[in-house]
């Protein structure tokens, strides 16, 4: 029997609705790449001078990243299904009916971001051997962030994060807690990029689990329920930060008007974005 017409009209409205904070969010792409140089050579020099002392950079090819992918994939469907005590026919099927479409285009996104961030935390790990060193803390920036107040030392705030200790953003946190930027302590680290392949698959099929049981298919709820359920110290900070984008070459950058207040400083050094 076919759905009723005002079923398909609430479900269309519904899923447009979802996606305008998705549309939002991924605005003011006026353009095709940086305006300045992003080369590896720049890049390396770029966190030189500004004090690094390593700096290692990787490019995964399409190909080997899609292999991963599929691994990674794979776990996540058969350790879904034996966490349920379920058959992998019947787990499928159950993420079918469960997920709509909007769903399923927020779990694509997001699980291959965390399966990124856990690639990059994993070359940290790996790079301890190498250089003989043990990373106390771990700092994850999205790509998109710059500090209004660049002189208040992360130094500052390591004093507060021990072993177990994640800080957050207290800014824009949808509901949770944001996730744009951490600093997390060893143990915190290990539990939020997850400390193996395997581990990541877990946790997505834990996340996949959740959702289907009541939970929220957004980065920012699952990783505030895997933090708190896994024991950790998660602490608000201000890290007075902002989003920016480049919207024409000649420019400044600018805030995008949705993350504009998402921050303690709206329009002190960057002003919001306009049209392309």
């Not at 003011?28 to 290692?56: I, M």
């Not at 994850?140 to 710059?146: F, G, K, M, Q, V």
């Not at 200790?165 to 997390?184: E, F, P, R, W």
């Not at 060893?186 to 990029?193: D, K, N, P, T, W």
């Amino acid at each position: 029997m076919a759905p009723n017409g005002d079923v398909i009209l609430n479900s269309l409205q519904e899923l447009n609705q979802s996606l305008d904070g998705v549309r939002a969010a991924l605005d003011v792409t006026c353009l095709p790449q940086t305006p300045y140089e992003s080369s590896d050579e720049a890049t390396r020099s770029f966190f030189a001078d500004e004090g690094a002392n390593h700096v290692d950079i990787q490019f995964l090819s399409v190909d080997d990243f899609d292999k991963t992918v599929r691994t990674r994939d794979e776990l996540v469907e058969e350790m879904g299904a034996s966490a349920r005590n379920m058959t992998l026919e019947d787990w499928k099927a159950a993420v079918t009916s469960n997920f709509s479409r909007y769903d399923k285009t927020i779990y694509k996104i997001t699980v291959n971001m965390l399966l990124l961030r856990h690639l990059a935390y994993a070359s940290a790990r790996a790079a301890e051997t190498t250089l003989n060193k043990r990373y106390t803390h771990f700092l994850y920036l999205r790509e998109d962030n710059a500090f209004v107040k660049p002189g208040d030392s992360l130094w500052l705030a390591m004093q507060q994060v021990h072993d177990k200790t994640v800080m957050v953003d207290n800014h824009c946190g949808a509901g949770s807690k944001s996730d744009k930027i951490y600093l997390a302590g060893r143990e915190g680290a290990s539990v939020l990029f997850s400390s193996s392949l395997a581990k990541h698959a877990r946790d997505m099929s834990t996340w996949v689990n959740w959702f289907m049981q009541g939970g929220r298919m957004q980065s920012e709820a699952w990783l505030t329920h895997l933090m708190t359920s896994s024991g950790l110290d998660v602490q608000d900070n201000d890290f007075h930060r902002v989003e920016l984008r480049y919207i024409h070459a000649a420019d400044p950058p600018c805030v995008p008007q949705f993350y504009f207040h998402c921050t303690t400083h709206p329009g002190e050094i960057y002003p919001k974005c306009g049209e392309c």
